[in-house]
């Protein structure tokens, strides 16, 4: 049971951690293109940014967590009966 609560709380981490890898993503490559229009550069205007993606993503990411937070490992002597 160990491994399954760290297993979801990885996942969960990893989702949301993604989901704001793309934000981060998307916001450098605007900036970048924001610079190089105004060196006077020729740029290829980016993709717009993709909320839709990320905040999908970070709503998924709270199942995992909420899963692995709700495990209840007990150590192995107080699930035996009372003598």
Same mark, same amino acid.
């Given at each position: &049971?160990? $491994?399954?609560?760290?297993?979801?709380?990885? @996942?969960?981490?990893?989702?949301? &951690?993604?989901?704001?890898?793309?934000? =981060?993503?998307?916001? @450098? &490559?605007?900036?970048?293109?924001?610079?190089? !229009?105004?060196?006077?550069?020729?740029?290829?205007?980016?993709?717009?940014?993709?909320?839709?993606?990320?905040?999908?993503? =970070? $709503?998924?990411?709270?199942?995992?967590?909420? !899963?692995?937070?709700?495990?209840?490992?007990? =150590?192995?002597? &107080?699930?035996?009966? =009372?003598?």
């Amino acid at each position: &049971m160990w $491994f399954l609560r760290y297993a979801l709380c990885v @996942l969960g981490l990893v989702m949301l &951690m993604t989901s704001l890898s793309i934000i =981060a993503n998307d916001v @450098l &490559m605007l900036i970048r293109y924001r610079r190089r !229009i105004a060196a006077g550069a020729v740029a290829l205007e980016p993709h717009p940014i993709r909320w839709r993606t990320t905040v999908a993503l =970070a $709503f998924l990411a709270w199942a995992p967590l909420v !899963i692995a937070l709700s495990i209840a490992v007990t =150590a192995a002597a &107080m699930n035996s009966p =009372a003598k």
